[in-house]
C-alpha cells in the first residue's frame, strides 16, 4: 500500500523558518502532481504549492516569496521550505500527490499531515 509521511513541522517564532518533507514508500511505479495543504481549526483547507513531475511550481499568493517546493523524483520526496513565518501560518501541513500504482492509472493520496505552529 501507498503511504506518504510528512516530517519536519513544529513550533517556530514569528519570522523564523521550517522545512517540510513528505516521503513517499510502497508500490510506486511515477509521482505525477505532489502539493502541500494547510488547515487551521475553523478553516477550511487550501493548497499551499504544487510542483510537477518536470519540476514547474505553483504557489498561493499569499504565500508567494516566503515558501519554496521541491521534489527528489529518486527518493519519492516533496519539500516545502517555509521563511518569514507568521502566526496566521499556524495549521496542520498536508502533504497529497497523484501516485501511478499501475501503467496509466493514478489515484490521490494524502498523508497524516504535521503541526506547524508559528508563536508571536
Known amino acids: 500500500q501507498v503511504r506518504l509521511v510528512e516530517s519536519g513541522g513544529g513550533l517556530v517564532q514569528a519570522g523564523g523558518s521550517l522545512r517540510l518533507t513528505c516521503a513517499a514508500s510502497?508500490?510506486?511505479?511515477?509521482?505525477?502532481?505532489m502539493r502541500w495543504y494547510r488547515q487551521a481549526p475553523g478553516k477550511q483547507r487550501e493548497l499551499v504549492a504544487l510542483?510537477?513531475?518536470?519540476?514547474?511550481?505553483n504557489y498561493a499568493e499569499s504565500l508567494k516569496g516566503r515558501v519554496t517546493i521541491s521534489r527528489d523524483n529518486a527518493e519519492n520526496t516533496v519539500y516545502l521550505q517555509m521563511n518569514s513565518l507568521k502566526p496566521e501560518d499556524t495549521g496542520v501541513y498536508y502533504c497529497?500527490?497523484?501516485?501511478?500504482?499501475?501503467?496509466?492509472?493514478?489515484?490521490?493520496?494524502w498523508g497524516q499531515g504535521t503541526q506547524v505552529t508559528v508563536s508571536s
Open positions: 510502497g508500490t510506486i511505479l511515477s509521482i505525477d502532481f
Open positions: 497529497n500527490a497523484d501516485i501511478f500504482t499501475i501503467a496509466r492509472m493514478s489515484s490521490r493520496y
Open positions: 510542483i510537477t513531475s518536470g519540476g514547474s511550481t
